[in-house]
């Protein structure tokens, strides 16, 4: 899940970003308004974590732009402003959720959670190909009922591939969903995770799931 933070509270930014790394999640700050519009209309997100009072663009200009762009990225609005009548503004102009500082991490992982979920049917469901499952929520994978531990990236790049089962995804494709806006990939970076993933979830199964395809990229998918 790749997440973008617009916060110009340098310290408040670089721990959101840990948090959220430590919780497997790919994550991109910006620090002002105008990188914050700039990164959210030209990469594409799973949820953005917006502080409402920035310099260049405020939050509330932010996404009403993104909404007029018909951009529909889940957006959790990040403030100091506690009265009743910001809060009001801040779900009308589009928000899914308004998360009041000083908040707890905790917290925000959770609502980041529910927007998620809210936001796709699929992120509920466990992700299947063949006897390999993967649980989203619980971030937990299963070869044929054995657990297999994954590193953060090893599981994102995982999950990456088993929601497009079937079908291929270029590197350039697992780099832009998988890593954040500051990989710049020793080219084979990507094929060194996908070599770790493969001892980990094929070496020891007869029926190979991860394939290369020759030029283009890899797919995950059950083979005769
Ligand atoms: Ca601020």
Redesign the pocket.
């Known amino acids: 899940m790749k997440i973008l933070i617009v916060?110009?509270?340098a310290t408040l930014a670089k721990n959101l970003k840990k948090g959220f790394e430590e919780n497997s999640f790919v994550v991109d700050l910006a620090y002002n308004g105008t990188d914050g519009l700039h990164q959210a209309t030209h990469e594409s997100y799973d949820i953005i974590i917006l502080?409402?009072?920035?310099?260049q663009h405020d939050?509330l200009e932010i996404l009403t732009r993104l909404r007029h762009d018909g951009i529909r990225t889940p957006v959790i609005f990040?403030?100091?402003k506690d009265s009743i009548e910001e809060k009001v503004n801040g779900l009308n102009s589009g928000a899914d959720d308004y998360v009041i500082k000083p908040f707890s991490f905790h917290e925000l992982l959770a609502r980041v959670r529910v927007c998620l979920r809210r936001a796709s049917h699929t992120t509920d469901v466990i992700l299947k190909v063949n006897g390999l499952t993967l649980d989203p929520i619980v971030r937990k994978v299963f070869r044929d009922e054995k657990r297999v531990d994954l590193s953060p990236i090893e599981f994102s790049l995982l999950e990456y591939m088993m929601r497009h089962s079937g079908q291929v995804v270029t590197r350039t494709m697992i780099s832009e969903h998988v890593w954040d806006s500051n990989f710049e990939g020793f080219s084979n970076v990507v094929d060194v995770h996908i070599a770790k993933l493969r001892i980990k979830i094929d070496k020891k199964h007869e029926k190979k799931l991860i394939h290369t395809v020759r030029g283009v990229g890899y797919v995950i998918e059950e083979r005769d």
């Open positions: 916060e110009d509270e502080d409402i009072m920035l310099p939050g990040l403030t100091a």
